[in-house]
């Protein structure tokens, strides 16, 4: 059986472009479900503004499953909310209580200007999988999905690497706003199986010096693991650290043979 909140304060980031100074409004939703998602509460105090006449509140939603790495908001504090690896769209206003004062912001990093109120733009991401986010494949028909023996411990590593869904929170809660964890993902799960070996070395210093262009450094400070949705661990960036050290210093056709 399900229970009401009463009384939540919203405290929200509102935002016309990235040249506008911004600013925080307070709204308060009188009652909802505890069984709502916390885009079902947004959707809700939007409904009420609108039936107000005033501006509806801008953010971020596609897939609501925690899948497609859209939803993207500071809440409290915290990329994603105070639940661990859940995406935003995941979270339900159980976690909270009544009279609770909610703080909710978008994405504070330099490489992702915001559009308007909560949605923030993360095209800098696009740039680096363009860079090298993709493998070198023969066409025709699609080969046996056991042709290539591929250990498990490998093939479970690159699985993990690619659960990334790109959302940005890695970003968001760096102090550096690195995109170390991001790149590094996009990185390994590529560079773990035979199939991308081919542009390996490559892959690997395209992706991590484009990524320099729109990005802070890292210097470990370990919050983007907290912070992700996946729980997809720091070890990815020494993994693509290594790779970017040989594509440097050595010959590329040498290492393309081992």
């Known amino acids: 059986m399900s229970n009401h909140l009463k009384d939540i304060i919203l405290k929200i980031w509102r935002q016309n472009g990235p040249k506008d100074s911004g600013h925080f409004e ?21 409904e009420q503004l609108i039936t107000d006449g005033k501006e509806a509140i801008v953010f971020d939603h596609d897939c609501r499953e925690g899948i497609c790495g859209t939803c993207s908001l500071m809440i409290n504090g915290q990329a994603h909310g105070p639940e661990r690896s859940t995406a935003t769209c995941q979270l339900h206003m159980r976690k ?14 330099a490489a992702f200007p915001i559009i308007k109120d909560l949605m923030v733009d993360r095209s800098a991401f696009d740039r680096i999988i363009e860079s090298g986010g993709f493998i070198t494949s023969v066409t025709g028909g699609a080969p046996d999905a056991n042709l290539i023996p591929i250990p498990k411990p490998v093939a479970d590593s690159a699985m993990d690497s690619a659960a ?10 760096c102090p550096n706003g690195a995109a170390n964890l991001f ?21 690997a210093e395209s992706m991590i010096e484009k990524m320099d262009e729109y990005f802070g450094s890292c210097t470990n400070h370990g919050e983007c693991e907290a912070a992700c949705p996946k729980e997809i661990s720091v070890d990815v960036i020494a993994l693509a650290n290594a790779d970017y050290r040989k ?12």
Not at 96 to 109: D, K, L
Not at 186 to 201: F, M, S, T, V, W
Request: glycine fraction near 6%.
């Open 26 to 46: 307070t709204y308060k939703v009188d009652e909802i479900s505890d069984e709502a998602s916390f885009l079902e509460m947004l959707d809700y105090l939007n």
């Open 164 to 173: 990334c869904i790109g959302c940005g929170a890695c970003v968001a809660a």
């Open 183 to 203: 790149t590094s993902a996009k990185i390994a799960h590529l560079n773990l199986l035979p199939q991308g070996q081919a542009e390996r070395y490559k892959r």
């Open 96 to 109: 909270f209580s009544s009279g609770a004062e909610i703080v909710i912001e978008p994405w504070r990093a």
């Open 247 to 258: 594509a440097k210093l050595k010959n590329r056709k040498f290492i393309s043979r081992i």
